[in-house]
C-alpha cells in the first residue's frame, strides 16, 4: 500500500480508485433500474450504439479532437463506459512501466510515467471500445432510405408507366415493408402496363425511373 500511495505511482493508483468508484456506482445504478452511463450520454445528448463521428471527424481534420473521438469508438459505447476503460488502461500502463523501469534501473518520474501511461492508454482504448462496442444492443430499425428502393423489383398498379405523367408502382423493401411510388418509364423504355413487373434503376425528382424486369428477377 505504500508503494501504492508513492509519488511514482500515485496518479495510477488515483486512476484505478476513480475507475473502481465509477464501476461500483453504474453497478448500484443498474440495481436501481437506472443506469447511470445512460443519464450521462443524455444529459451530453448523446446516444451509445448509434454509429461513430467519421462524418465529423473527416470535416474537422484527422488530427482534431473530433477525429481522436471518432478514433476511440465515442458514440459507439456510453462515455461513462468509455471512461472507465480509459481510466482502467491508463492505470494499467502506468503499472506495468513503472514496475519494468523499477525492475531495469529505477521507477520513473510520475510526469514521465504519466506521459508512457498516457501513449499506451490511446491505443488500448481503441482495442477495448471497439469489443465493447460489438456487446452493446442496438436500436433496430426498419426505416429505408429513397435510394435503397433503387435497385428493387416492383408491379405496376397505376399505369401505364410511360415517359410521360409518373404511374404508380408497388415494392417491398428487404424488411417486408410494403412501398407505393411514384414512377415512370426510363428514357427509350417501352409503356409498362398495369401488373407488369418492372425494375426501379434511378430516381428523380422524387419520382422513380423503371424499365421491364427481366424474367428471372
Do not use: K
Amino acid at each position: 500500500m505504500t508503494a501504492l500511495a508513492g509519488s511514482a505511482l500515485f496518479p495510477f493508483t488515483l486512476a484505478a480508485a476513480v475507475m473502481a468508484g465509477l464501476v461500483l456506482v453504474e453497478a448500484l445504478s443498474l440495481l436501481l433500474g437506472q443506469s447511470l452511463s445512460g443519464l450521462v450520454d443524455g444529459a451530453l445528448g448523446h446516444e451509445a450504439g448509434g454509429g461513430d463521428l467519421t462524418t465529423a471527424a473527416d470535416a474537422d481534420g484527422a488530427f482534431s479532437p473530433a477525429a481522436l473521438m471518432s478514433w476511440i469508438n465515442r458514440g459507439r459505447v456510453p462515455f461513462l463506459i468509455l471512461l472507465i476503460l480509459a481510466l482502467a488502461a491508463f492505470a494499467l500502463a502506468g503499472f506495468v512501466v513503472q514496475t519494468l523501469a523499477a525492475a531495469i534501473v529505477a521507477p520513473l518520474p510520475a510526469a514521465l510515467a504519466v506521459v508512457l501511461a498516457g501513449a499506451a492508454t490511446v491505443p488500448a482504448l481503441r482495442l477495448s471500445t471497439r469489443t465493447v462496442a460489438r456487446l452493446i444492443p442496438r436500436d433496430e430499425s426498419y426505416v429505408v432510405s429513397a435510394e435503397d428502393l433503387i435497385g428493387a423489383t416492383a408491379e405496376v398498379t397505376l399505369g401505364p408507366l410511360d415517359q410521360g405523367l409518373p404511374g404508380q408502382v408497388r415494392t417491398v423493401d428487404r424488411h417486408g415493408n410494403t412501398h407505393f411510388l411514384r414512377a415512370r418509364a426510363a428514357p427509350g423504355a417501352p409503356a409498362m402496363e398495369s401488373g407488369a413487373r418492372v425494375l426501379i434503376v434511378d430516381r428523380a425528382d422524387a419520382v422513380y425511373v423503371a424499365v421491364p424486369a427481366a424474367p428471372d428477377l
